[in-house]
């Protein structure tokens, strides 16, 4: 099992400044070391124990004070307990901050209560297997977690420490950051150490599913996420009720990969609740008949298996072991024309009508730069951008282009607006063979997976948590 790796378009900057919420935090009050008297000083000279000094004035106390309001200005107040290993209030705000501003900041204020228990209930989790990852000898070195959060931070284009005030200017910290990763390693080397040498994948399943594989050539696959919430019979309604509100906020904008990684107990959590490719048949029947009716980018309703329930996002389609045409790699200009915000609007259609004109007489990609310095247009190159990672509208609009063309204009009247040329295409090779060791692979982590929900079960049955 691999770490899964963060996305830029996840986690965080999912959200925005809404969620802005300076937090100041008094420096701890530290009693000072006892200091050695200066050479010839006398012993007189130091007051005794207990004895104001000569600038202290007497105060004025009662003899029982009682407190009045909140006292728990600058103590770290247990949240909860989990086997010796304290859960502070603190360390779940910092966490639900995350969610915040994954969400833009637009999380209802009814909401939020509900959110920190949730919180709660996945740090408890996070602390069970730290806990057992320790009780095996598996150690992570805070080198390795901050090496790992030294490259979080450059794929939002920070180093660390600006990363670290980016975090802190928005309520949560580095800190609470590098123990989920840290959570997350532990347990990822767990199961790597104890769960996987112990599962099994035959020669016989392998050839039997590429052989399924090649049987269904040219139907659909697709490109599957997961949240999976646990439940009880007992516990069924409530987490049904959970998993509601969580598609709500999905649908409203929030990001999967951020909720997967802060909601789901599926190990898939740490790669952001991401399958990879499968193909409906690979799925339980429940899940199989909502994969192939979601439409890409879409949010099933929560969906009841054996064990819980399930939140999935299709986020790509294609069909299996045949060569698609979105798997081509382009290599494309973008040029683009500034609106200014003084701009009427009959002047920035007239822009638009220069720049369409300017791209159909251009010339092409070679004539591009000095075209677009006639008028006042920038021009940014990229020569390898994959078809399908490009928004749906202007793949199949790209798709339909000749090399030298350009698509229609596009963007924002308000800001800029800009053409794409194609400059070149490398379609992809044809798919004659299916990998084994991929599908090994998936069969085996199906079940890494299975076994490690399992041992998660374990830990919470054996825990003594404490709720405060």
Do not use: H
């Not at 969620?19 to 070391?33: D, I, K, L, S």
């Not at 390693?185 to 996987?196: D, F, G, P, V």
């Not at 979601?294 to 294609?318: C, H, M, N, R, Y």
């Not at 379609?427 to 998936?442: C, E, I």
């Amino acid at each position: 099992m691999k770490l899964g790796k963060f996305q830029r378009a996840a986690m965080l900057l999912a959200g925005s400044l809404a969620a802005f919420a300076a937090v100041g935090q008094a420096a701890p009050r530290t009693r000072p070391a006892p200091q050695a008297p200066s050479p010839g000083a006398s012993p007189a000279a130091a007051p005794a124990a207990g004895t104001p000094g000569p600038s202290a004035a007497p105060l004025d106390l009662p003899s029982n004070p009682a407190f009045l309001g909140d006292t728990d200005t600058s103590v770290r107040k247990a949240t909860a307990i989990v086997n010796g290993t304290v859960i502070t209030g603190t360390d779940v705000d910092q966490r639900l901050a995350l969610i915040v501003i994954a969400n833009g900041g637009q999380i209802p204020a009814e909401e939020m209560q509900r959110l920190r228990q949730q919180v709660l209930r996945n740090l408890v989790d996070e602390t069970l297997q730290i806990q057992a990852a320790a009780a095996q000898d598996i150690k992570i070195e805070p080198a390795e977690v901050d090496a790992y959060f030294a490259r979080y931070a450059q794929g939002f284009g920070k180093s660390a420490q600006d990363f670290a005030a980016y975090l802190r200017a928005n309520g949560s910290s580095a800190g609470s950051v590098k123990r989920q990763i840290q959570g997350e390693m532990a347990w990822s080397r767990l199961q790597r150490n104890k769960i996987e040498p112990f599962v099994n994948v035959s020669e016989d399943e392998v050839k039997s599913v590429i052989a399924r594989l090649n049987a269904a050539r040219g139907t659909q696959e697709y490109k599957v996420s997961e949240i999976f919430l646990s439940a009880t019979p007992e516990t069924a309604s409530t987490v049904r009720a959970n998993a509601d509100r969580i598609v709500q906020q999905l649908r409203g904008g929030a990001s999967f990969l951020a909720y997967a990684r802060q909601f789901s107990e599926a190990s898939t959590a740490a790669r952001g609740g991401e399958l990879g490719w499968v193909q409906a048949e690979q799925l339980p029947d429940q899940l199989a008949t909502a994969v192939k009716a979601l439409p890409i980018g879409a949010v099933s309703d929560p969906i009841a298996i054996p064990g819980g329930f399930s939140i999935l996002l299709v986020a790509d389609t294609k069909q299996i072991l045949t060569a698609d045409p979105r798997d081509a790699v382009l290599s494309l200009k973008q040029v683009s024309v500034p609106i200014s915000t003084g701009m009427t609007k009959e002047q920035a259609q007239a822009k638009v009508q220069e720049l369409v004109q300017t791209s159909q007489t251009m010339g092409g990609c070679g004539g591009a730069e000095a075209a677009a310095q006639k008028i006042g247009a920038e021009v940014v190159s990229n020569d390898q951008v994959k078809v399908r990672d490009l928004p749906p509208l202007l793949q199949n609009s790209l798709l339909a282009l000749g090399v030298g063309q350009a698509t229609a204009p596009f963007g924002s009247m308000q800001d800029k607006i800009s053409v794409l040329v194609l400059c070149g295409r490398d379609d992809p090779a044809p798919v004659t063979t299916v990998s084994y060791d991929q599908v090994y692979n998936q069969l085996a982590e199906a079940r890494v997976n299975m076994r490690a929900q399992r041992y998660l079960r374990d830990l919470r049955r054996d825990a003594v948590v404490d709720y405060r």
